[in-house]
């Protein structure tokens, strides 16, 4: 079977970081399998995020904490296969980086050697940012990742709004500075305040990658199946819904199976 796959330039990191020099907005968003990052990928996304909400959209589990990293190898070597131009970044799980530095190196490699992926994206700011200097030395492109990090769900007990505090702002502010001085080619800001995400994306030289953080950023990010309307219970403000895949796929299930009980499928023309 043909992959139907042409040949077109990868966008790199360098061209996001030329992306935000000239004020072209990035557009990113995640997939976990073949055949939607093809879709995806072929209808002009960026950047490709192998996300660890995985989690919860592919495996139903509640939290991001328990996808592994054998499994986001799997995830994210169908989502390299199913690419040609976005830039493929895959998140490191939950317990797979922090407080081990070598641990996290190892990790990343993994990730690179087994997916084909481009860079990893993990959670935190100066808590890990040994783990980003060393995975860094190895030339691994890592995209950090502030405000709501749901890794940490446990330590914040809500998902609500972060950084809407002074205190928790500043810490933010030095935060990504601190990411940008290491070496960081990108950074998501999820769910903060539009004006301070706007603020942050000023300050840095690297783009900046909003969810639930306004429009004064440099590119945004949403989950696929959530901007899909594959999934109807999710429904932040921040969720723009292109599309009611929801309706659709259950119209067309409920007609598949419709169809057979009533022997209307197959007809003469779809047998042999
Ligand atoms: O895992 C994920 O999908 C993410 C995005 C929400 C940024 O980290």
Do not use: W
């Not at 050697?113 to 935190?124: C, D, I, P, Q």
């Not at 599309?243 to 209307?264: C, Q, S």
């Amino acid at each position: 079977m043909s992959t139907g796959l042409k040949n077109v330039k990868r966008v790199t990191t360098h061209v996001l970081l030329e992306m935000k020099a000239s004020g072209q907005p990035i557009a990113m968003l995640t997939a976990y399998d073949y055949s939607l990052a093809r879709l995806v990928d072929g209808a002009g996304v960026d950047v490709i995020l192998v996300g660890d909400s995985a989690s919860n959209v592919m495996a139903g589990h509640e939290t991001t904490l328990p996808i592994t990293l054998d499994q986001m190898i799997y995830h994210a070597s169908s989502v390299v296969r199913g690419s040609e131009r976005a830039l493929i970044v895959v998140d490191l799980p939950f317990g797979t980086y922090q407080g081990n530095s070598k641990g996290a190196l190892n990790s990343a490699i993994r990730i690179m050697k087994e997916s084909g992926a481009h860079a990893v994206k993990l959670e935190g700011g100066r808590e890990v940012i040994t783990s980003i200097q060393r995975i860094l030395t190895a030339g691994i492109p890592v995209m950090g990742h502030l405000g709501l990090t749901p890794q940490s769900i446990y330590k914040f007990g809500t998902y609500v709004v972060r950084a809407k505090e002074q205190e928790e702002a500043d810490r933010l502010r030095a935060d990504a500075k601190l990411l940008e001085e290491a070496g960081c080619f990108a950074l998501v800001l999820e769910k903060i305040p539009a004006a301070l995400a706007a603020e942050v994306a000023a300050s840095v030289t690297i783009p900046v990658i909003g969810i639930g953080a306004g429009n004064g950023v440099d590119g945004q990010v949403l989950v696929l199946h959530d901007m899909l309307g594959i999934n109807k219970e999710f429904n932040p403000r921040f969720l723009r819904r292109y599309a009611d895949l929801h309706e659709v796929i259950t119209g067309a299930v409920a007609g598949y199976v419709r169809d057979v009980r009533a022997k209307d499928f197959p007809n003469s023309e779809e047998q042999y």
